[in-house]
Protein backbone atom coordinates (compact mmCIF):
# COMPACT_ATOMS: atom_id res chain seq x y z
CA UNK A 1 0.00 0.00 0.00
CA UNK A 2 1.55 3.34 -0.91
CA UNK A 3 0.87 6.01 1.95
CA UNK A 4 -1.94 8.33 1.34
CA UNK A 5 -1.64 12.09 2.38
CA UNK A 6 -5.26 11.61 3.88
CA UNK A 7 -5.43 8.32 5.93
CA UNK A 8 -6.71 9.24 9.13
CA UNK A 9 -10.35 9.95 8.49
CA UNK A 10 -11.08 6.67 6.04
CA UNK A 11 -12.08 3.19 7.71
CA UNK A 12 -11.69 1.53 4.17
CA UNK A 13 -9.44 1.69 1.26
CA UNK A 14 -10.51 3.20 -1.68
CA UNK A 15 -12.21 1.26 -4.73
CA UNK A 16 -9.18 0.60 -6.69
CA UNK A 17 -10.88 1.39 -9.81
CA UNK A 18 -11.27 4.90 -8.06
CA UNK A 19 -7.90 4.88 -6.87
CA UNK A 20 -6.63 4.68 -10.59
CA UNK A 21 -9.15 6.81 -12.13
CA UNK A 22 -8.13 9.94 -8.98
CA UNK A 23 -4.28 9.05 -10.16
CA UNK A 24 -2.71 11.74 -11.82
CA UNK A 25 1.32 10.52 -10.97
CA UNK A 26 1.61 8.82 -14.94
CA UNK A 27 1.68 12.63 -15.44
CA UNK A 28 2.20 14.96 -13.05
CA UNK A 29 5.59 13.17 -12.25
CA UNK A 30 6.76 15.75 -14.97
CA UNK A 31 6.50 18.24 -11.64
CA UNK A 32 8.84 16.45 -9.78
CA UNK A 33 11.84 18.94 -9.53
CA UNK A 34 9.00 22.43 -8.89
CA UNK A 35 7.06 20.26 -6.16
CA UNK A 36 10.40 19.49 -4.83
CA UNK A 37 11.65 23.57 -5.03
CA UNK A 38 8.51 24.16 -3.30
CA UNK A 39 9.02 21.91 -0.56
CA UNK A 40 12.06 23.58 -0.16
CA UNK A 41 10.74 27.21 -0.29
CA UNK A 42 8.28 26.11 2.60
CA UNK A 43 10.78 24.39 4.42
CA UNK A 44 12.31 27.92 5.31
CA UNK A 45 8.97 29.23 5.97
CA UNK A 46 8.58 26.43 8.76
CA UNK A 47 11.94 27.97 9.73
CA UNK A 48 10.78 31.44 9.79
CA UNK A 49 7.43 30.75 11.30
CA UNK A 50 9.12 28.60 14.18
CA UNK A 51 7.61 25.45 13.16
CA UNK A 52 11.08 23.87 12.30
CA UNK A 53 14.07 24.10 14.19
CA UNK A 54 17.43 25.35 12.09
CA UNK A 55 18.27 21.54 12.33
CA UNK A 56 15.17 20.05 11.36
CA UNK A 57 15.20 22.33 8.72
CA UNK A 58 18.51 21.40 6.99
CA UNK A 59 17.86 17.85 7.18
CA UNK A 60 14.55 18.05 5.30
CA UNK A 61 16.76 20.53 3.46
CA UNK A 62 19.27 18.27 2.39
CA UNK A 63 16.95 15.14 1.89
CA UNK A 64 15.03 17.16 -0.49
CA UNK A 65 17.99 18.61 -2.08
CA UNK A 66 19.42 14.45 -3.10
CA UNK A 67 15.92 14.26 -4.32
CA UNK A 68 16.48 17.44 -6.60
CA UNK A 69 19.56 15.53 -7.48
CA UNK A 70 18.48 12.75 -8.54
CA UNK A 71 15.47 14.15 -11.07
CA UNK A 72 18.28 16.32 -12.20
CA UNK A 73 20.42 12.97 -12.79
CA UNK A 74 17.45 11.35 -14.70
CA UNK A 75 17.59 8.87 -11.99
CA UNK A 76 14.76 9.46 -10.19
CA UNK A 77 11.59 6.99 -10.34
CA UNK A 78 8.02 7.98 -9.28
CA UNK A 79 6.14 5.40 -7.63
CA UNK A 80 3.24 4.82 -10.05
CA UNK A 81 1.05 3.35 -7.75
CA UNK A 82 1.35 6.78 -5.73
CA UNK A 83 -1.64 9.29 -6.11
CA UNK A 84 0.71 12.20 -7.40
CA UNK A 85 4.06 13.68 -7.66
CA UNK A 86 2.88 15.65 -4.47
CA UNK A 87 2.57 12.23 -2.38
CA UNK A 88 5.15 10.59 -4.14
CA UNK A 89 7.75 12.85 -3.14
CA UNK A 90 6.71 13.07 0.52
CA UNK A 91 6.55 9.38 0.72
CA UNK A 92 10.31 9.36 -0.35
CA UNK A 93 11.30 12.04 1.82
CA UNK A 94 9.79 10.21 4.95
CA UNK A 95 12.25 6.94 3.59
CA UNK A 96 15.15 9.17 4.07
CA UNK A 97 14.40 11.42 6.94
CA UNK A 98 11.58 9.49 8.43
CA UNK A 99 9.11 11.08 11.00
CA UNK A 100 10.19 14.69 10.66
CA UNK A 101 9.00 14.20 6.87
CA UNK A 102 5.41 14.83 8.72
CA UNK A 103 6.42 18.18 9.32
CA UNK A 104 6.57 19.24 6.12
CA UNK A 105 3.13 19.32 5.23
CA UNK A 106 2.13 22.12 8.56
CA UNK A 107 0.47 24.81 6.73
CA UNK A 108 0.25 23.50 3.26
CA UNK A 109 -2.09 21.64 1.16
CA UNK A 110 -1.70 20.17 -2.32
CA UNK A 111 -4.11 22.72 -3.47
CA UNK A 112 -1.74 25.18 -3.08
CA UNK A 113 1.32 23.00 -3.60
CA UNK A 114 0.15 21.99 -7.28
CA UNK A 115 -0.26 25.99 -8.25
CA UNK A 116 3.06 26.36 -6.62
CA UNK A 117 4.23 23.39 -9.03
CA UNK A 118 3.04 24.09 -12.05
CA UNK A 119 3.26 28.04 -12.04
CA UNK A 120 7.19 27.22 -11.74
CA UNK A 121 7.19 24.14 -14.02
CA UNK A 122 5.35 27.12 -16.53
CA UNK A 123 8.10 29.51 -15.76
CA UNK A 124 10.48 27.49 -17.11
CA UNK A 125 8.85 25.82 -20.03
CA UNK A 126 8.12 29.31 -21.32
CA UNK A 127 11.74 30.33 -20.95
CA UNK A 128 12.24 27.18 -23.31
CA UNK A 129 9.58 27.93 -25.90
CA UNK A 130 10.38 31.46 -25.98
CA UNK A 131 14.39 30.42 -26.66
CA UNK A 132 13.30 28.58 -29.08
CA UNK A 133 10.52 30.98 -30.75
CA UNK A 134 13.93 33.10 -30.93
CA UNK A 135 16.15 30.49 -32.73
CA UNK A 136 13.33 29.86 -35.35
CA UNK A 137 13.03 33.53 -35.77
CA UNK A 138 16.59 34.04 -36.12
CA UNK A 139 16.56 31.26 -39.01
CA UNK A 140 13.70 32.75 -41.17
CA UNK A 141 15.81 36.36 -40.73
CA UNK A 142 18.60 34.55 -41.88
CA UNK A 143 16.73 32.55 -44.45
CA UNK A 144 15.44 36.32 -45.52
CA UNK A 145 18.88 37.93 -45.69
CA UNK A 146 20.52 35.36 -47.96
CA UNK A 147 17.71 36.30 -50.32
CA UNK A 148 17.36 39.23 -49.91
CA UNK A 149 17.07 40.73 -53.35
CA UNK A 150 14.70 37.58 -54.30
CA UNK A 151 10.79 38.57 -55.09
CA UNK A 152 7.95 35.90 -55.08
CA UNK A 153 4.45 36.47 -56.55
CA UNK A 154 2.29 37.07 -53.85
CA UNK A 155 -1.22 36.22 -53.48
CA UNK A 156 -4.60 37.12 -52.09
CA UNK A 157 -7.28 34.59 -51.95
CA UNK A 158 -4.81 32.39 -53.83
CA UNK A 159 -4.75 34.32 -56.46
CA UNK A 160 -1.34 36.00 -58.34
CA UNK A 161 -1.46 39.65 -56.38
CA UNK A 162 1.36 41.82 -57.02
CA UNK A 163 5.49 40.95 -56.43
CA UNK A 164 6.72 41.13 -53.08
CA UNK A 165 10.34 40.65 -51.60
CA UNK A 166 10.62 37.09 -50.34
CA UNK A 167 12.47 38.41 -46.91
CA UNK A 168 9.04 40.96 -46.26
CA UNK A 169 7.56 38.01 -46.52
CA UNK A 170 10.05 35.54 -44.52
CA UNK A 171 10.00 38.50 -42.40
CA UNK A 172 6.10 38.44 -42.27
CA UNK A 173 6.50 35.38 -39.78
CA UNK A 174 9.03 36.97 -37.63
CA UNK A 175 6.37 39.66 -36.46
CA UNK A 176 4.35 36.73 -35.85
CA UNK A 177 6.69 35.41 -33.80
CA UNK A 178 7.47 38.03 -32.13
CA UNK A 179 4.33 38.81 -31.24
CA UNK A 180 3.84 34.85 -29.69
CA UNK A 181 7.08 35.25 -27.54
CA UNK A 182 5.84 38.74 -26.33
CA UNK A 183 2.54 36.65 -25.34
CA UNK A 184 4.43 33.97 -23.32
CA UNK A 185 6.75 36.44 -21.98
CA UNK A 186 3.95 38.68 -20.82
CA UNK A 187 1.81 35.31 -18.96
CA UNK A 188 5.51 34.47 -17.15
CA UNK A 189 5.82 37.54 -15.59
CA UNK A 190 1.68 37.97 -14.62
CA UNK A 191 2.60 34.51 -12.93
CA UNK A 192 3.37 35.16 -9.29
CA UNK A 193 5.18 32.57 -7.30
CA UNK A 194 3.05 32.41 -3.68
CA UNK A 195 2.25 29.79 -1.03
CA UNK A 196 0.04 30.60 2.19
CA UNK A 197 -3.28 29.58 0.84
CA UNK A 198 -3.25 26.62 2.51
CA UNK A 199 -6.30 25.04 1.52
CA UNK A 200 -8.37 28.03 0.71
CA UNK A 201 -8.44 29.75 3.62
CA UNK A 202 -5.13 30.54 4.17
CA UNK A 203 -2.33 29.29 6.83
CA UNK A 204 -1.33 30.02 10.60
CA UNK A 205 2.12 31.65 9.95
CA UNK A 206 2.35 35.25 9.15
CA UNK A 207 2.25 36.10 5.49
CA UNK A 208 5.78 38.13 5.51
CA UNK A 209 7.21 34.75 6.50
CA UNK A 210 6.14 33.89 3.00
CA UNK A 211 8.37 36.82 1.57
CA UNK A 212 11.22 34.93 -0.12
CA UNK A 213 13.42 34.36 -2.74
CA UNK A 214 15.14 31.23 -4.05
CA UNK A 215 17.17 30.97 -6.92
CA UNK A 216 16.25 34.49 -7.88
CA UNK A 217 13.03 33.76 -7.78
CA UNK A 218 10.28 35.78 -5.91
CA UNK A 219 8.08 34.14 -3.40
CA UNK A 220 5.28 36.03 -1.60
CA UNK A 221 1.82 35.00 0.46
CA UNK A 222 -1.18 35.29 -2.00
CA UNK A 223 -3.57 38.63 -2.08
CA UNK A 224 -6.34 35.88 -2.12
CA UNK A 225 -6.21 32.38 -0.89
CA UNK A 226 -9.60 31.60 -2.53
CA UNK A 227 -8.55 32.66 -5.89
CA UNK A 228 -5.42 31.61 -5.34
CA UNK A 229 -6.18 27.85 -5.21
CA UNK A 230 -9.14 27.99 -7.77
CA UNK A 231 -7.27 30.07 -10.72
CA UNK A 232 -6.36 28.38 -13.75
CA UNK A 233 -6.46 31.30 -15.75
CA UNK A 234 -2.47 31.17 -15.96
CA UNK A 235 -3.18 27.53 -18.00
CA UNK A 236 -5.70 29.21 -20.13
CA UNK A 237 -3.57 31.66 -21.28
CA UNK A 238 -0.68 29.64 -22.25
CA UNK A 239 -2.90 27.50 -23.84
CA UNK A 240 -4.53 30.16 -25.52
CA UNK A 241 -0.74 31.45 -26.60
CA UNK A 242 0.31 28.40 -27.67
CA UNK A 243 -2.99 28.24 -30.14
CA UNK A 244 -1.98 31.12 -31.81
CA UNK A 245 1.61 30.14 -31.87
CA UNK A 246 0.60 26.83 -33.37
CA UNK A 247 -2.11 28.86 -36.01
CA UNK A 248 1.16 30.72 -37.15
CA UNK A 249 2.86 27.54 -37.43
CA UNK A 250 0.93 26.16 -39.22
CA UNK A 251 0.11 28.33 -41.65
CA UNK A 252 3.75 28.76 -42.11
CA UNK A 253 4.01 25.10 -42.99
CA UNK A 254 1.23 25.48 -45.69
CA UNK A 255 3.15 28.20 -47.01
CA UNK A 256 5.71 25.90 -47.53
CA UNK A 257 3.48 23.48 -48.53
CA UNK A 258 2.26 24.53 -51.48
CA UNK A 259 5.52 26.55 -52.43
CA UNK A 260 6.66 22.71 -52.53
CA UNK A 261 4.20 21.07 -54.90
CA UNK A 262 5.11 21.10 -58.70
CA UNK A 263 2.57 23.35 -59.80
CA UNK A 264 4.31 26.36 -57.39
CA UNK A 265 7.92 24.86 -57.00
CA UNK A 266 9.56 27.64 -55.14
CA UNK A 267 10.65 25.72 -52.98
CA UNK A 268 13.21 22.61 -52.18
CA UNK A 269 12.63 20.89 -48.65
CA UNK A 270 15.33 19.22 -47.50
CA UNK A 271 15.02 15.40 -47.64
CA UNK A 272 15.26 14.97 -44.06
CA UNK A 273 11.84 16.70 -43.40
CA UNK A 274 9.73 14.40 -46.04
CA UNK A 275 8.65 10.82 -46.31
CA UNK A 276 7.61 9.32 -49.25
CA UNK A 277 5.37 6.49 -49.88
CA UNK A 278 4.87 2.90 -50.14
CA UNK A 279 2.89 2.49 -52.76
CA UNK A 280 4.13 6.03 -55.26
CA UNK A 281 7.69 5.86 -55.60
CA UNK A 282 8.12 9.36 -56.82
CA UNK A 283 6.68 11.17 -53.82
CA UNK A 284 8.27 13.24 -51.51
CA UNK A 285 5.48 14.61 -49.36
CA UNK A 286 6.44 17.41 -46.77
CA UNK A 287 4.50 15.30 -43.80
CA UNK A 288 6.34 16.76 -41.17
CA UNK A 289 4.68 20.26 -42.26
CA UNK A 290 1.27 18.56 -42.87
CA UNK A 291 1.41 17.37 -39.04
CA UNK A 292 2.28 20.78 -37.96
CA UNK A 293 -0.44 22.03 -39.37
CA UNK A 294 -2.54 18.75 -37.88
CA UNK A 295 -1.65 19.54 -34.17
CA UNK A 296 -3.32 22.84 -34.31
CA UNK A 297 -6.36 21.05 -33.76
CA UNK A 298 -4.83 19.55 -30.36
CA UNK A 299 -4.00 22.73 -29.39
CA UNK A 300 -6.77 24.16 -30.26
CA UNK A 301 -8.42 21.35 -28.39
CA UNK A 302 -6.14 21.62 -25.65
CA UNK A 303 -7.53 25.06 -25.04
CA UNK A 304 -11.10 24.47 -25.31
CA UNK A 305 -10.77 21.55 -22.92
CA UNK A 306 -9.05 23.63 -20.08
CA UNK A 307 -11.89 26.30 -20.45
CA UNK A 308 -14.75 23.67 -20.25
CA UNK A 309 -13.12 22.05 -17.19
CA UNK A 310 -12.96 25.50 -15.49
CA UNK A 311 -16.70 26.46 -16.69
CA UNK A 312 -18.80 26.73 -14.01
CA UNK A 313 -16.62 25.73 -11.09
CA UNK A 314 -17.65 26.68 -7.71
CA UNK A 315 -14.70 28.20 -5.41
CA UNK A 316 -12.20 27.05 -4.37
CA UNK A 317 -10.40 23.92 -5.58
CA UNK A 318 -12.49 21.04 -7.18
CA UNK A 319 -10.42 17.78 -8.39
CA UNK A 320 -11.37 18.71 -12.07
CA UNK A 321 -8.42 21.17 -12.02
CA UNK A 322 -6.22 17.96 -11.71
CA UNK A 323 -7.57 17.49 -15.39
CA UNK A 324 -5.66 20.77 -16.62
CA UNK A 325 -2.36 18.94 -16.84
CA UNK A 326 -2.33 16.76 -19.77
CA UNK A 327 -3.70 19.51 -21.98
CA UNK A 328 -1.07 22.01 -20.94
CA UNK A 329 1.59 19.64 -20.98
CA UNK A 330 0.75 18.29 -24.43
CA UNK A 331 0.49 21.73 -25.91
CA UNK A 332 3.83 22.71 -24.26
CA UNK A 333 5.82 19.97 -25.73
CA UNK A 334 3.82 19.69 -29.37
CA UNK A 335 5.16 23.65 -29.62
CA UNK A 336 8.69 23.29 -28.42
CA UNK A 337 9.03 20.35 -31.06
CA UNK A 338 7.30 22.08 -33.79
CA UNK A 339 9.62 24.58 -33.46
CA UNK A 340 12.24 22.56 -33.58
CA UNK A 341 11.35 20.61 -36.70
CA UNK A 342 10.70 23.65 -38.52
CA UNK A 343 14.26 25.50 -37.04
CA UNK A 344 15.98 22.32 -39.27
CA UNK A 345 13.62 22.54 -42.20
CA UNK A 346 13.97 26.55 -42.84
CA UNK A 347 18.02 26.03 -42.70
CA UNK A 348 18.18 23.97 -44.88
CA UNK A 349 15.80 25.29 -47.14
CA UNK A 350 16.28 26.24 -50.91
CA UNK A 351 14.96 28.93 -53.04
CA UNK A 352 14.30 27.36 -56.73
CA UNK A 353 14.96 31.25 -58.54
CA UNK A 354 14.69 29.59 -62.04
CA UNK A 355 11.28 28.37 -61.09
CA UNK A 356 10.11 31.32 -59.24
CA UNK A 357 11.49 33.59 -62.37
CA UNK A 358 9.10 31.73 -64.60
CA UNK A 359 6.33 32.76 -62.46
CA UNK A 360 6.96 36.32 -61.93
CA UNK A 361 6.73 36.38 -66.00
CA UNK A 362 2.49 36.57 -65.65
CA UNK A 363 1.70 40.01 -66.84
CA UNK A 364 -1.01 40.05 -64.36
CA UNK A 365 1.06 40.36 -61.66
CA UNK A 366 2.20 44.10 -62.90
CA UNK A 367 -1.64 45.31 -63.23
CA UNK A 368 -1.41 47.00 -60.42
CA UNK A 369 1.67 48.93 -61.55
CA UNK A 370 -0.01 49.99 -65.12
CA UNK A 371 -2.42 51.41 -62.94
CA UNK A 372 0.02 53.30 -60.81
CA UNK A 373 1.53 54.33 -64.19
CA UNK A 374 -1.75 56.06 -65.35
CA UNK A 375 -2.14 57.73 -62.33
CA UNK A 376 1.49 59.44 -62.35
CA UNK A 377 0.16 61.05 -65.88
CA UNK A 378 -2.92 62.76 -63.64
CA UNK A 379 -5.66 59.65 -64.56
CA UNK A 380 -8.19 59.20 -61.75
CA UNK A 381 -7.41 55.84 -59.97
CA UNK A 382 -10.59 54.59 -60.71
CA UNK A 383 -10.51 55.48 -64.20
CA UNK A 384 -6.72 53.88 -64.48
CA UNK A 385 -8.64 50.63 -62.44
CA UNK A 386 -11.26 50.57 -65.71
CA UNK A 387 -8.79 50.46 -68.54
CA UNK A 388 -6.26 48.21 -67.37
CA UNK A 389 -9.06 45.93 -66.57
CA UNK A 390 -10.44 46.20 -70.06
CA UNK A 391 -6.03 46.18 -71.53
CA UNK A 392 -5.92 42.57 -69.36
CA UNK A 393 -9.22 41.14 -70.77
CA UNK A 394 -8.40 41.88 -74.06
CA UNK A 395 -4.91 40.47 -73.79
CA UNK A 396 -6.29 37.06 -71.99
CA UNK A 397 -9.09 37.28 -74.93
CA UNK A 398 -6.96 37.43 -77.65
CA UNK A 399 -4.03 35.32 -76.37
CA UNK A 400 -1.64 38.63 -76.94
CA UNK A 401 0.71 39.44 -74.44
CA UNK A 402 0.45 43.68 -73.16
CA UNK A 403 4.69 43.24 -73.85
CA UNK A 404 4.21 42.87 -77.28
CA UNK A 405 1.49 45.04 -78.44
CA UNK A 406 1.88 47.63 -80.67
CA UNK A 407 1.83 51.61 -79.30
CA UNK A 408 -1.02 52.31 -81.30
CA UNK A 409 -2.92 48.93 -79.82
CA UNK A 410 -2.30 50.21 -76.55
CA UNK A 411 -2.86 53.82 -76.85
CA UNK A 412 -6.51 52.20 -78.06
CA UNK A 413 -6.98 51.93 -73.92
CA UNK A 414 -5.31 54.70 -73.21
CA UNK A 415 -3.19 57.98 -75.18
CA UNK A 416 -1.16 58.18 -71.94
CA UNK A 417 0.48 54.92 -72.56
CA UNK A 418 4.02 54.65 -74.02
CA UNK A 419 5.07 51.79 -74.82
CA UNK A 420 8.75 52.50 -73.77
CA UNK A 421 7.89 53.83 -70.38
CA UNK A 422 5.29 50.43 -69.74
CA UNK A 423 7.85 47.97 -70.77
CA UNK A 424 10.41 48.78 -68.05
CA UNK A 425 7.10 47.90 -65.70
CA UNK A 426 6.81 44.30 -66.06
CA UNK A 427 9.83 43.70 -63.66
CA UNK A 428 9.79 42.24 -60.12
CA UNK A 429 12.31 44.46 -58.58
CA UNK A 430 10.71 47.84 -60.21
CA UNK A 431 7.92 46.75 -59.08
CA UNK A 432 8.53 46.41 -55.25
CA UNK A 433 10.67 48.69 -55.52
CA UNK A 434 7.93 51.01 -56.17
CA UNK A 435 6.58 50.41 -53.08
CA UNK A 436 7.67 52.97 -50.67
CA UNK A 437 4.95 52.87 -48.16
CA UNK A 438 7.50 49.98 -46.49
CA UNK A 439 9.92 51.37 -44.54
CA UNK A 440 13.33 49.37 -45.85
CA UNK A 441 16.48 48.91 -43.70
N1 LIG B 1 -3.02 16.05 -8.01
C1 LIG B 1 -3.89 17.08 -7.56
C2 LIG B 1 -4.07 18.12 -8.66
O1 LIG B 1 -3.35 18.09 -9.58
C3 LIG B 1 -3.35 17.71 -6.33
C4 LIG B 1 -4.37 18.35 -5.47
C5 LIG B 1 -5.19 17.37 -4.74
N2 LIG B 1 -5.96 18.04 -3.77
C6 LIG B 1 -7.02 17.45 -3.17
N3 LIG B 1 -7.63 18.16 -2.33
N4 LIG B 1 -7.37 16.25 -3.45
O2 LIG B 1 -4.96 18.91 -8.66
Excluded at 14 to 41: C, M, N, T, W
Aim: glycine letters at 6%; hydrophobic letters at 40%.
Amino acid sequence: MVKKLWGGRFTKEADPLVEKFSRSIQYDHKLAKYDIFGSIAHVQVLKKAGYLKPSEAGRLTRALGAIFAAVNRGEFKYDHKAEDIHTDIQNKLQGVVGDLALKLHTARSRNDQVVFAVKSYCKTELAKLIARIDVLGDALSKLAIDNKKLVLPGFTHMQHAQPVYAKDYLNAYVHMLTRDAGRLAAISDSMKLTMGAGALAGTPVAFGAYDLAMNGVKIGAPANSLDSVSDRDFVIEILSALSIAGMHLSRLAEDFVIWSTKEFDFIEIDEAFCTGSSLMPQKKNADSLELIRGRTGQLYGNLVNVLTVMKGLPLTYNRDMQCDKEPLFSSIETVLTELEILTGLVRTLKFNKTKIEEHLEDESLYATDLVYYLVGKSVPFKTAHTIVGKLIRYSIENDLEIKSMAPAELEKFSSKFDREEILKLFNPRVSVEAKRSIKRK
